[in-house]
């Protein structure tokens, strides 16, 4: 039975076309036939040959001409009458009997394949997305290709129709013959995608009918699915455009219609129809192909716009298809697949698992990540916020353990972190505020152990990763966009500037948040990592060399300090305790080490910190410092010596270099770190201050303080001056912070010169030999007030400390005299006598009146080889050798001096010999020396150099014998050898 009907299918199958038209199909069946009836093959040779005779018999009725489908046809394909009957009578046989014609199906839709190509008739997609026919394209043909009659013309919407209907039937077909067309189908399918490999233009028919049986057969879905979806995704891989874009149109459609089926029992219950259902369309996320993935998305977004009840066991297969974002290059791609996560997470969070709603934060953050569209990355950053606020808000409904709730939420925050390290500093800004805002609402739902990763794992890597994007950013200017709307402003022209506008963002923000939860903080199981590591990043960006990190750094401890202080919206002090304070003090201590080496490799004055910077940061500093005033140590001192004054910076700008600096008034910065050195002053002379042993420690900051002027230049390199230049320029700079420093100096030593431990320490002398620096400014610029400032220091700290010099206390200034009489050579002889205009200036007379008045008379207490320097600088005022040069006429000032001194040898000689038993190695003659060369000088010269020079010299020498007169009248002795002996030198001169 099946021979005779397959070789009756067969025949009239072939009656339908021309006598040489060949379809494969078609042909093997025949073979088949042959094989069974053995003169067949003769019976159908007569048939065709008197068909080919009734061919040239009937060629006037050709009612087509068409294009032919089969490959071995040459030319056009001419239909007649006669093949135009026995295509109805074919499809009158199939509407019919399809229960009958089993394997045959593959017979009947092939022929009706090949016809309706011959005769051009559209193929169409039910509920296309575009809602237009999908017609066959051929690149090759025209749309004239197909001619037809007039009367076969009149007749094409009905023979169309009937093809259609042949296909509506199938719905009353049982379910076996079912099975049969669409096996057939599939088979015509892979024909199709066979002919594409051979670069011949496909048949759609295959497809479309497919489509068009499975919609009217949709109650027995479990007949056809499996095998019609399997055929439609090979199709939607395929490379051809056409056959791609049908296979993909075909399954979205199929989908669409099933879900809106009403099924018995419902789909809503059905768990495993559902899945079935969505399986095909969610496997296109294999086909790499864009157009394929923006139907799968388009398809996926109308499904959740119109179905999303229907189907609540597939969200979680939905949202991985949805999320799958990684690889894709077309931003249309990116907006439809972002659509479809967009619907999930703004309409149906409250009805999606809890495993969903985690995989719609990992969705959300996969779009944040993407670099095709900065809008779909901002949106993705709200989604997150709302994926994070109905976690919170609905944590004690979701059916999972707390464990489990809190890791999402850290993963939710981990998620936000990454995105603050996008390449695109909008993204950064918004993820951060974003982040910072989750964890400010939601951070009471954490407990401890997860504070403690949120803080370590997420804030503080966060930060570390800021800072190592910030530092290896490129500082090439960005280029503005060609069409020229767009102009970058200077401060955000470059990546490491917009790397550095997020770490400076982040950095006070991160900080907040460790200070908001700080009765929190405290209690984890490690406070001090969590403590000491935000002030590690805190010191990070304070050295960073960044000026806004930098000011975000020190504005994060200034938020500290205030917090502390209770100043923070009028909130209660937080109890910070003394290690905790500790901690910041070394943070901040950095903060200022760091600064300095900054400045002392900075290559010129733009890559300086700024004024308003270090302002800042001596303010932060001093405030910091009362903080800790009760527990202030001495290692804290020295370490502030580290920072101070070394961190000051002068005014400068562009053309600092060129510039003498204004001394007029002491700079903000100037007078900042004048006001850190007081408030400690302040705390160690108040009464029962825990602090008096720092007075030593006091003393050295003021003295450094005061040795400023003259210190060498931290920003010497970034100045580029010359250093005879530099050594003036700095010393004009500082001139008036280091006048202030030493008046500072002599009312502390005038409060505190009777302490114990301020006696003990040799401050005296140590006071001395700091100011001894400023004095030499009268070498290099003898106009400067420092120097005389410094002079004048000395002199007033002396004789502060004189009253209490007595033989008791002797050993306690042991070290005074040898480095007051080196500072007053220094001042008045410069080194190696540099010094020309000696003794013009008020001030050396003064000091060389109060070394003969004051210093003098306590020559019993001063050990002998420091006195014998004393003398010698007397002996060098009257021994100049200025003075000695025969070319050089003595000031009048100088004079002065010169007598001053002369006086001051023979009253010491006079009077105080007699107090050391060393006195004997001092005499006369060595005093009287002056004179001696000054009268052989005078022999030497002509007569016109005598008289110019003589009168002065003349006066000198009577001074001299005056004095000694005047002593041995009081004294009634006179020393006879070396009176004798210089008497002898003066008749010798004239």
């Known amino acids: 039975m099946d021979i005779v009907r397959e070789a009756f299918i067969t025949a009239l199958c072939k009656a339908a076309f021309p006598i040489n038209y060949t379809i494969g199909i078609i042909k093997a069946a025949s073979s088949r036939v042959a094989s069974f009836r053995p003169d067949a093959a003769g019976l159908e040779r007569k048939a065709n040959g008197d068909t080919a005779a009734a061919d040239s018999k009937n060629r006037n009725q050709i009612v087509a001409v068409g294009t032919p489908l089969s490959s071995s046809f040459p030319g056009a394909v001419m239909l007649t009458a006669k093949n135009i009957t026995c295509l109805n009578t074919l499809l009158d046989i199939t509407t019919a009997l399809g229960d009958l014609?089993?394997?045959?199906?593959?017979?009947?839709?092939?022929?009706?394949?090949?016809?309706?190509?011959?005769?051009?008739?559209?193929?169409?997609?039910?509920?296309?997305?575009?809602?237009?026919?999908?017609?066959?394209?051929?690149?090759?043909?025209?749309?004239?290709?197909?001619?037809?009659?007039?009367?076969?013309?009149?007749?094409?919407?009905?023979?169309?129709?009937?093809?259609?209907?042949?296909?509506?039937?199938?719905?009353?077909?049982?379910?076996?013959?079912?099975?049969?067309?669409?096996?057939?189908?599939?088979?015509?399918?892979?024909?199709?995608?066979?002919?594409?490999?051979?670069?011949?233009?496909?048949?759609?028919?295959?497809?479309?009918?497919?489509?068009?049986?499975?919609?009217?057969?949709?109650?027995?879905?479990?007949?056809?699915?499996?095998?019609?979806?399997?055929?439609?995704?090979?199709?939607?891989?395929?490379?051809?455009?056409?056959?791609?874009?049908?296979?993909?149109?075909?399954?979205?459609?199929?989908?669409?219609?099933?879900?809106?089926?009403?099924?018995?029992?419902?789909?809503?219950?059905?768990?495993?129809?559902?899945?079935?259902?969505?399986?095909?369309?969610?496997?296109?996320?294999?086909?790499?192909?864009?157009?394929?993935?923006?139907?799968?998305?388009?398809?996926?977004?109308?499904?959740?716009?119109?179905?999303?009840?229907?189907?609540?066991?597939?969200?979680?297969?939905?949202?991985?298809?949805?999320?799958?974002?990684?690889?894709?290059?077309?931003?249309?791609?990116?907006?439809?697949?972002?659509?479809?996560?967009?619907?999930?997470?703004?309409?149906?969070?409250?009805?999606?698992?809890?495993?969903?709603?985690?995989?719609?934060?990992?969705?959300?953050?996969?779009?944040?990540?993407?670099?095709?569209?900065?809008?779909?990355?901002?949106?993705?950053?709200?989604?997150?916020?709302?994926?994070?606020?109905?976690?919170?808000?609905?944590?004690?409904?979701?059916?999972?353990?707390?464990?489990?709730?809190?890791?999402?939420?850290?993963?939710?925050?981990?998620?936000?972190?990454?995105?603050?390290?996008?390449?695109?500093?909008?993204?950064?800004?918004?993820?951060?505020?974003?982040?910072?805002?989750?964890?400010?609402?939601?951070?009471?739902?954490?407990?401890?152990?997860?504070?403690?990763?949120?803080?370590?794992?997420?804030?503080?890597?966060?930060?570390?990763?800021?800072?190592?994007?910030?530092?290896?950013?490129?500082?090439?200017?960005?280029?503005?966009?060609?069409?020229?709307?767009?102009?970058?402003?200077?401060?955000?022209?470059?990546?490491?500037?917009?790397?550095?506008?997020?770490?400076?963002?982040?950095?006070?923000?991160?900080?907040?948040?460790?200070?908001?939860?700080?009765?929190?903080?405290?209690?984890?199981?490690?406070?001090?990592?969590?403590?000491?590591?935000?002030?590690?990043?805190?010191?990070?960006?304070?050295?960073?060399?960044?000026?806004?990190?930098?000011?975000?750094?020190?504005?994060?401890?200034?938020?500290?300090?205030?917090?502390?202080?209770?100043?923070?919206?009028?909130?209660?002090?937080?109890?910070?305790?003394?290690?905790?304070?500790?901690?910041?003090?070394?943070?901040?201590?950095?903060?200022?080490?760091?600064?300095?080496?900054?400045?002392?490799?900075?290559?010129?004055?733009?890559?300086?910190?700024?004024?308003?910077?270090?302002?800042?940061?001596?303010?932060?500093?001093?405030?910091?410092?009362?903080?800790?005033?009760?527990?202030?140590?001495?290692?804290?001192?020295?370490?502030?010596?580290?920072?101070?004054?070394?961190?000051?910076?002068?005014?400068?700008?562009?053309?600092?270099?060129?510039?003498?600096a204004c001394r007029a008034e002491i700079s903000p910065l100037q007078d900042s770190v004048l006001q850190i050195a007081e408030s400690l002053q302040l705390e160690v002379l108040k009464p029962r201050s825990p602090s008096p042993h720092l007075i030593t420690e006091l003393f050295n900051l003021w003295l450094k303080y005061a040795r400023h002027s003259t210190s060498h230049a931290v920003i010497a390199r970034a100045l580029a001056m010359e250093p005879e230049y530099l050594i003036r320029w700095w010393a004009a700079t500082f001139s008036l912070f280091s006048e202030t420093a030493m008046q500072r100096v002599v009312e502390l030593y005038q409060q505190t010169h009777a302490w114990k431990l301020v006696m003990d320490s040799d401050t005296l002398s140590n006071i001395i030999q700091a100011i001894h620096q400023p004095l030499k400014l009268r070498q290099v610029d003898a106009h400067q007030t420092a120097w005389r400032v410094a002079v004048e220091s000395i002199l007033k700290t002396v004789r502060i400390t004189l009253p209490h010099v007595n033989v008791q206390s002797a050993p306690v200034f042991y070290n005074v005299w040898i480095h007051l009489a080196s500072a007053v050579d220094d001042v008045l002889y410069g080194d190696d006598g540099q010094i020309v205009e000696w003794g013009t200036d008020d001030v050396d007379f003064e000091v060389m009146n109060f070394f003969r008045s004051e210093i003098l008379p306590h020559v019993a207490l001063i050990p002998i080889d420091d006195l014998k320097f004393t003398l010698n600088v007397f002996h060098k005022g009257s021994l100049h050798r200025h003075v000695m040069e025969p070319s050089h006429v003595l000031p009048t000032g100088s004079e002065k001096v010169a007598t001053l001194c002369f006086e001051a040898l023979l009253d010491f000689h006079l009077y105080h010999a007699h107090k050391i038993p060393e006195a004997d190695d001092i005499n006369l003659p060595a005093i009287l020396l002056r004179c001696e060369k000054i009268l052989s000088g005078l022999t030497a010269e002509s007569d016109t150099n005598a008289v110019s020079r003589g009168k002065n010299s003349l006066r000198c020498i009577k001074s001299v014998l005056h004095s000694i007169k005047q002593t041995s009248v009081t004294n009634g002795k006179l020393p006879v050898n070396p009176v004798a002996n210089w008497a002898y030198r003066v008749r010798e001169c004239f």
């Open 101 to 660: 014609l089993n394997n045959s199906w593959i017979l009947v839709l092939a022929s009706l394949q090949h016809l309706s190509w011959i005769l051009g008739m559209n193929q169409i997609v039910p509920g296309s997305v575009n809602g237009l026919a999908k017609q066959r394209q051929r690149a090759n043909e025209s749309s004239q290709s197909t001619i037809l009659t007039n009367v076969m013309m009149s007749d094409l919407p009905e023979l169309t129709k009937r093809f259609d209907d042949v296909f509506r039937q199938t719905r009353l077909l049982t379910d076996t013959s079912l099975e049969h067309v669409v096996s057939a189908l599939c088979k015509l399918s892979q024909d199709a995608l066979e002919t594409t490999a051979a670069s011949r233009d496909p048949s759609l028919f295959a497809v479309a009918k497919m489509v068009d049986v499975c919609l009217v057969n949709m109650f027995r879905i479990d007949t056809w699915w499996t095998v019609v979806t399997q055929n439609l995704t090979e199709v939607a891989g395929n490379t051809n455009p056409v056959l791609r874009e049908w296979g993909t149109d075909a399954i979205t459609t199929l989908v669409k219609e099933c879900l809106a089926y009403d099924f018995r029992p419902s789909l809503h219950s059905n768990h495993n129809l559902q899945n079935k259902i969505l399986h095909p369309l969610l496997a296109l996320s294999r086909i790499g192909w864009a157009d394929v993935r923006l139907k799968q998305f388009n398809c996926i977004n109308h499904i959740i716009l119109s179905f999303a009840e229907k189907i609540p066991s597939c969200w979680r297969p939905i949202v991985e298809v949805i999320g799958a974002v990684n690889g894709i290059a077309d931003d249309a791609l990116i907006r439809a697949g972002f659509n479809c996560v967009q619907a999930v997470v703004s309409d149906h969070l409250t009805g999606i698992s809890f495993d969903c709603v985690e995989q719609c934060a990992e969705a959300a953050t996969r779009y944040g990540n993407q670099t095709l569209e900065l809008n779909v990355s901002l949106t993705a950053i709200g989604l997150l916020w709302n994926i994070a606020d109905h976690i919170f808000k609905n944590r004690h409904s979701f059916d999972v353990t707390q464990d489990r709730l809190l890791e999402s939420m850290l993963t939710l925050y981990k998620h936000l972190s990454q995105l603050c390290l996008d390449i695109r500093p909008e993204v950064r800004k918004s993820a951060a505020q974003t982040l910072f805002l989750a964890i400010a609402s939601h951070g009471n739902a954490l407990d401890l152990p997860t504070w403690h990763r949120l803080i370590v794992d997420v804030c503080y890597t966060l930060l570390k990763c800021l800072e190592k994007y910030c530092m290896t950013a490129s500082e090439e200017r960005i280029g503005d966009e060609e069409d020229g709307k767009v102009v970058m402003h200077h401060s955000r022209d470059t990546a490491k500037k917009q790397w550095a506008e997020t770490w400076a963002m982040v950095l006070p923000t991160v900080t907040k948040t460790v200070l908001g939860n700080l009765p929190v903080v405290v209690k984890l199981k490690q406070p001090q990592q969590a403590w000491q590591g935000i002030l590690h990043h805190i010191q990070r960006g304070g050295i960073s060399g960044l000026e806004e990190v930098s000011m975000s750094a020190l504005k994060c401890l200034d938020d500290i300090i205030l917090i502390g202080e209770g100043r923070e919206q009028d909130k209660l002090p937080l109890d910070i305790t003394v290690p905790m304070w500790d901690d910041v003090w070394k943070a901040c201590h950095g903060v200022g080490v760091g600064l300095n080496d900054l400045m002392r490799r900075s290559p010129n004055i733009e890559s300086l910190p700024s004024q308003k910077l270090i302002t800042f940061y001596t303010i932060i500093y001093r405030r910091l410092n009362h903080q800790v005033r009760n527990n202030f140590t001495t290692e804290m001192f020295r370490k502030l010596q580290d920072v101070f004054p070394a961190i000051m910076l002068p005014v400068l700008n562009r053309n600092a270099s060129k510039m003498m």
